[in-house]
């Protein structure tokens, strides 16, 4: 995704021409927000997880009993 990005982006912003070093550096930088994003979504998404499991699965255990 990170790559198709960089290149929707030097073909309509740039006009088709970059230099490698340059184009680089946008595609290292469209991955790592892509990276960046979906780490922020999978640590939201196990924290709701952790909080559904408590409420529903392990509200009815008695921890003194363990």
Request: charged share 15%; hydrophobic share 55%.
């Amino acid at each position: 995704m990170g790559a198709n990005s960089a290149n929707n982006d030097l073909n309509t912003a740039m006009g088709g021409w970059m230099d490698s070093e340059s184009f680089l550096v946008i595609q290292n930088g469209y991955i790592f927000s892509y990276l960046l994003v979906g780490g922020i979504f999978l640590l939201v998404g196990l924290l709701f997880f952790c909080i559904f499991l408590y409420k529903f699965l392990l509200k009815d255990i008695d921890l003194d009993k363990l």
